[in-house]
């Protein structure tokens, strides 16, 4: 994946943007994203339903996958079966 793919959702309305990515499967809902939509689509799996918000940034656990949400959906987003947290703000320092 290079900065600035952009990948949408095989079963729902998801879209995210590769802020840094890797080589890895995203996926959304259980399904692997891929950079053209098909009409095909499908059925978001339950265990992949939690959704996602527009404007957050989703990492893995070791910092290695950063997207950004373009257009929210239903389905949660996943890379080789682990999911994607939402990144935490960082803390400015005190102005004292």
Partial sequence: MKPGTKLKSAVC????????GTD????????????????????VDAAFSSGTQMGKRYVDEAGTVELLCVKPGQGSLSLGGLALTIKEAKSLPSSD
């Fill in 24 to 43: 890895g499967v995203v996926e959304c809902g259980g399904a692997p994203m891929v950079e053209e939509k098909t009409t095909e689509g499908g059925s």
């Fill in 13 to 20: 309305d998801t879209e995210v943007m590769v802020i840094r």
